[in-house]
């Protein structure tokens, strides 16, 4: 009968108090010590495979079940209906209906116990359905049959002559197509399945409709195509586009609108010539995601991952049973709302730790201890570089090339290279060589998908992996990584992965190396490979987990951060690198980590250069290159350029960090498109090379050489309205609202535009450590001022302990600066500084710097902190001074005004007043 989803219904059913995946978050926090005390397995409640029983409708024909996720997401899963009597001996075994509807959790949708939204559902004639949600009307009609898709799943010897034809077309249908036969099939309600004759049969009549079907049947040695009708009817829609219900789609709709998601990696695509992946995002207002053929969690304990987490398995049902699982996610051009509904079923994307936010040196080039520190680590040193992460590429291990072993994959430490490696080599990492660099992390590369042998494995490592896989160890034969053995796994990670020493594992491997690996498809056993890594890190510690792998599909970005392959030095790959890397937040795949400088050849100088500034404003700044490459930055032409970029990225750690942990929050990527903000401007979808950094950062990196003799190179760029746009690098201000414009760079800047009205908060520039804040000393954190005259600004700080999941239970502190001004004879300006939250790290000593870089009109009369004056001095010391020539740098330009506060609490407020 009706059913109607009220208010009074969600009050005799409350929904919790907190979010799902929030209580999700708090729930394995306490389960990963409970059941590693007790030895129980529980797996992560983040997997809820069974919505609430609330949020389901199934058809009156039984075919079709609506699951309503939020108001813009709806699961819709079909099944086919029989194809005849069952009892016939020779019906074919793709038609025998055994296909349930599936509520095990997906590799793209983990959580679908979600809040469920009020809705009202009723039955529509000959069982269908209709469902209204605040955004969506989605109909499912029963009596209007959609048919098979042309040219699908075929059987053979079917017996027309004793068939049970349909009403509509007892006598079949003459010189018919196998298109025309299945749209006659699609309009004819009681059509379960039909027949098309490849040859001049039964008098030209070449399509039978039919209800069932019967016995073998051969007509002069020429068999008869049996094709099935999806036996389902009509779904179709009208939703919120840009007002009310001024949408529409309807089942097998092209979505020809859709603005893109990423790529696997650029060895599987060229950048001179690529398409996107569909994204969760379309112009048209909608998606359809397709999850029928997406491996399950098991979610049953007894095979429970490093404790806690699910195993996997293939789908119950697949396509060619008959059985469709998709999700219809509408919510017109409000882009964050579709992004935060899908991530509330598909998980949250996580904050990588602080330290990632660094510079990373990567080299594919065979180091040894000495080396590594001689000719690269003593070059930060002399130039004074940033660095928090260095990579090793495959050298670190034997790289022996013999019969059984394969010198790209190994888990054993070449020990003429790395002499006690994990007793010496990594401590010395860890503690920033000597005082060279800051104290770094480390990582290093695998191709796992080779397997295990006895030449670049420890012996406990192929001994328990050949064991786990039934083969004798003393065969040395190969171990098959065979990624979906439970056995082989366990000893794989225990006695291989664990004992590297390692940060963490860098899994190299373009997505065609990963077939045979496991049970799935290529790309399936991959994600299932940095699913394991990453589960199993979360499990066994407290530690963030993080990995680097290509892009496997829908639900990766739960496992940052993504390695986005072997790249051309080419200015072509450089803009093909902006293009995805923004969009990629339109699949939450917002932590990509890309080769500064390309894989394959030498950048130019000037190419080296624009790289590492889109480095110094993308997810990861990791510069990489092939063997015989050069890659030491200081080497170029364009060092000091590389080195200001450098710079940059760490002055922006504390902002990308606080914008990635909004990510968490929201679903809203770092880098996002500028559609997100202004999705009613045409503009914001024609810029390919230009995106937001967060809510603040305009930016358009440079992808061109310079024609000039300056070196300078033109752009244009896009300002969007309603707000004004000042250059980070200067004190310009852009005012032309709306407008295009050109900007010009020279090497050393690119376009980069901060929104007037927007506090960034930054390391003070020249800091070679992003961790600096985590200090257990003295920290200076600087607030970079973009207030237009008459009018205040506001910005946001978020910190954490940086390297724990403690962020997930809410322990982490938020710094709020408020500038406001006060149209006065004495022009005063109000800044207050409050820090409130859980903190995950015993508070610290803070140091405030404000940087007023506009609105502020002339030279202060009056600088007064917490209501002490603040004396004139100079730079670095408490009180206020205007910046000169001699402590100018590129984020402090010639006439800034700048306040610094004493050392303090971070938990006590702060007020500051200027008097103009």
Not at 442 to 469: M, R, W
Request: charged fraction near 15%; include cysteine; glycine fraction near 8%.
């Amino acid at each position: 009968g009706n059913r109607k989803q009220t208010r009074a219904h969600q009050l005799l059913n409350p929904a919790p108090s907190m979010a799902p995946l929030a209580v999700a978050f708090l729930l394995v926090f306490a389960v990963d010590i409970v059941g590693r005390a007790c030895g129980a397995h529980a797996i992560d409640p983040r997997y809820q495979g069974h919505a609430d029983p609330a949020a389901i409708v199934v058809s009156g024909d039984g075919l079709t079940r609506m699951t309503v996720l939020s108001p813009v997401l709806i699961r819709v899963e079909q099944i086919p209906p029989e194809s005849g009597d069952a009892t016939a001996p020779t019906k074919p075994s793709a038609f025998r209906t055994a296909t349930k509807f599936d509520d095990a959790p997906s590799f793209s949708v983990i959580n679908r116990k979600t809040t469920v939204p009020q809705f009202t559902s009723h039955v529509l004639p000959g069982g269908g359905i209709a469902i209204d949600t605040a955004h969506i009307s989605l109909r499912y009609n029963a009596t209007a049959r959609q048919g098979a898709q042309c040219g699908g799943k075929t059987e053979q010897h079917s017996d027309v002559e004793q068939a049970v034809r349909t009403n509509r077309y007892p006598d079949g249908i003459k010189n018919a197509t196998a298109e025309s036969c299945c749209h006659a099939c699609a309009q004819d309600p009681e059509c379960r399945l039909f027949v098309f004759a490849l040859s001049e049969i039964h008098n030209n009549k070449d399509c039978f409709p039919l209800k069932s079907a019967g016995a073998p049947y051969h007509h002069s040695d020429r068999s008869v195509t049996f094709m099935a009708s999806s036996g389902t009817g009509q779904i179709s829609a009208t939703f919120d586009h840009h007002g009310h219900r001024d949408g529409s789609w309807h089942a097998n709709q092209p979505d020809t609108g859709n603005l893109g998601g990423t790529i696997s990696s650029w060895n599987e695509v060229s950048s001179k010539s690529f398409s996107l992946q569909p994204g969760l995002l379309s112009s048209a207002g909608w998606v359809v995601i397709d999850d029928t053929e997406t491996p399950r969690f098991d979610v049953t304990p007894e095979q429970a991952w490093a404790g806690s987490g699910p195993w996997a398995k293939l789908p119950a049902a697949s396509r060619a049973s008959g059985y469709t699982d998709k999700y219809f996610l509408a919510c017109g051009i409000r882009f964050s709302e579709c992004l935060s509904s899908f991530a509330n079923v598909s998980g949250q994307i996580p904050l990588p730790p602080m330290h990632t936010l660094g510079t990373w040196w990567s080299h594919y080039e065979t180091y040894s201890a000495e080396s590594l520190e001689r000719l690269v680590m003593q070059g930060f040193a002399n130039f004074s570089l940033p660095l928090n992460q260095i990579n090793l590429d495959v050298g670190w291990h034997n790289q022996i090339d013999e019969k059984n072993c394969e010198p790209y994959n190994g888990f054993a430490w070449n020990a003429s290279l790395f002499p006690e490696a994990q007793t010496s080599f990594i401590p010395r990492v860890h503690g920033g060589f000597g005082g060279k660099t800051p104290p770094l992390r480390i990582g290093v590369n695998t191709h796992s998908f080779l397997g295990v042998d006895h030449c670049e494995s420890p012996p406990a490592c192929y001994q328990a992996a050949a064991k786990a896989a039934g083969i004798d160890p003393a065969s040395l034969k190969p171990v098959p990584i065979n990624l979906t053995s439970f056995p082989v796994q366990t000893a794989f990670h225990t006695s291989c992965v664990d004992q590297v020493g390692a940060d963490w594992m860098w899994m190299d491997g373009a997505l065609a190396r990963w077939k045979g690996t496991g049970a799935f498809d290529n790309s399936q056993n991959l994600f299932f490979n940095v699913y394991l890594h990453d589960s199993r890190s979360r499990y066994t510690s407290q530690r963030r987990p993080f990995q680097m792998a290509r892009f496997a599909g829908l639900g990766q970005h739960r496992y940052a951060i993504g390695f986005s392959g072997d790249a051309d030095a080419t200015w072509i790959t450089l803009q093909a690198e902006i293009n995805m890397t923004k969009t990629s937040s339109n699949v939450l795949f917002s932590h990509w980590s890309h080769d500064i400088g390309g894989f394959f050849g030498d950048p130019t100088s000037e190419m080296y250069a624009r790289w590492a500034q889109f480095g110094a404003v993308s997810p990861i700044w990791r510069s990489h290159g092939t063997k015989t490459s050069e890659r030491r930055y200081w080497m170029y032409d364009s060092f000091d350029a590389i080195k200001a970029t450098m710079y940059l990225r760490v002055a922006l750690a504390p902002y990308l960090y606080t914008m990635n942990r909004v990510a968490v929050d929201t679903a809203v990527g770092a880098l996002r498109p500028m559609y997100y903000a202004y999705p009613s401007e045409h503009d914001a979808y024609t810029h390919d090379l230009q995106y937001m950094v967060g809510d603040s950062l305009l930016v358009r990196p440079i992808a061109q050489p310079s024609n000039s003799s300056n070196g300078e190179v033109t752009v244009k760029v896009w300002f969007p309205p309603a707000t004004d746009w000042a250059s980070v690098f200067d004190d310009d201000v852009v005012v032309g609202r709306g407008q295009v414009a050109d900007v010009t760079s020279g090497l050393a800047d690119f376009p980069l535009f901060a929104r007037v009205g927007a506090v960034v908060p930054l390391l003070p520039y020249g800091s070679r450590d992003v961790t600096a804040l985590l200090s257990n000393g003295t920290s200076t954190v600087e607030w970079a001022v973009f207030s237009a005259d008459g009018t205040g600004a506001s910005g946001r700080l978020y910190e954490d302990d940086g390297v724990s999941q403690a962020y997930e239970h809410a322990r982490g502190t938020w710094t709020d600066v408020t500038v406001s001004k006060k149209q006065s004879s004495n022009g005063l300006t109000d800044v207050t500084i409050v820090t409130h939250g859980t903190a995950s790290t015993p508070q610290r000593q803070r140091e405030h710097r404000l940087l007023f870089r506009s609105g502020l009109q002339g030279t202060p009369q009056e600088v007064t902190v917490n209501g002490h004056t603040a004396p004139q001095g100079r730079a670095n010391k408490p009180g206020w001074y205007v910046v000169t020539t001699d402590d100018s740098t590129p984020l402090l330009p010639v006439g800034t005004v700048v306040v610094q506060t004493a050392a303090a609490n971070t938990a006590d407020p702060v007020k500051i007043t200027i008097r103009n």
